[in-house]
Antibody, heavy 121, light 107 residues
């Protein structure tokens, strides 16, 4: 059974870079046909797609965040990571990682439990 | 970018009742790319339906999805206590986008 777990600082200062890692168990990123993605949810609000990465390093980003977001993969650790630069209070959210299907059907499953990142000085 | 609208915003029902949730897209969506998720309080979303009508692994048959084009529906035939939650529809065009959600609460 595939499981994903987010990790990283829960507090980031404005203008700094938010960095999170997602550790995958039960599936190998380097041989899986799936992609790996990030989604965020501001407190009390809806879901926003951030982007995804394939084991080869291919990435796809939400156009509204593209200039500030970098997603990368480390197959040796079976992990993928998210960086968001120049953060503001608007980046405060629960950040989720998820497995992504870009096949004949497009869906996100499973999701990690999520980690709250607060942007504040 | 395709925009998804969900209605109603809140649905107040009793356990055992039938719930019908709507998701409308600003332009036609491939049925293959339409999915539904349930998010319980304090938890991550869970995939319920993909391809507009296929149940995800482990999802009970009280959940069903239908629709095509711009109008899609999630139906819960008999609400169980764990079904009182927020439901999101999702589509894939050039990127994934989500609807604003429908909250199903206890009447």
């Amino acid at each position: 059974q595939v499981q994903l777990q987010e990790s990283g600082p829960g507090l980031v200062k404005p203008s700094e870079t938010l960095s999170l890692t997602c550790t995958v168990s039960g599936d190998s990123i380097s041989i899986s046909p799936y992609y790996w993605g990030w989604i965020r949810q501001p407190p009390g609000k809806g879901l926003e797609w951030i982007g995804s990465v394939y084991y080869s390093g291919w990435t796809s980003y939400n156009s509204s965040l593209k200039s500030r977001v970098t997603i990368s993969v480390d197959t040796s650790k079976n992990q993928f990571s998210l960086k968001v630069s120049s953060v503001t209070a608007a980046d405060t959210a629960v950040y989720y990682c998820a497995r992504v299907s870009y096949g004949a059907k497009r869906w996100l499953d499973p999701w990690g439990q999520g980690t709250l990142v607060t942007v504040s000085s | 970018e395709i925009v998804l609208t969900q209605s109603p915003g809140t649905l107040s029902l009793s356990p055992g009742e039938r719930a019908t949730l709507s998701c409308r897209a600003s332009q036609s969506v491939s049925t293959s790319y339409l999915a539904w998720y349930r998010q319980r309080p304090g938890q991550a979303p869970r995939l319920l339906i993909y391809g507009a009508s296929s149940r995800a692994s482990g999802i009970p048959d009280r959940f069903s999805g239908s629709g095509s084009g711009t109008d899609f529906t999630l139906t819960i035939s008999r609400l169980e206590p764990e079904d009182f939650a927020v439901y999101y529809c999702q589509q894939y065009g050039s990127s994934f986008t989500f609807g604003p959600g429908t909250k199903v609460d206890i009447k």
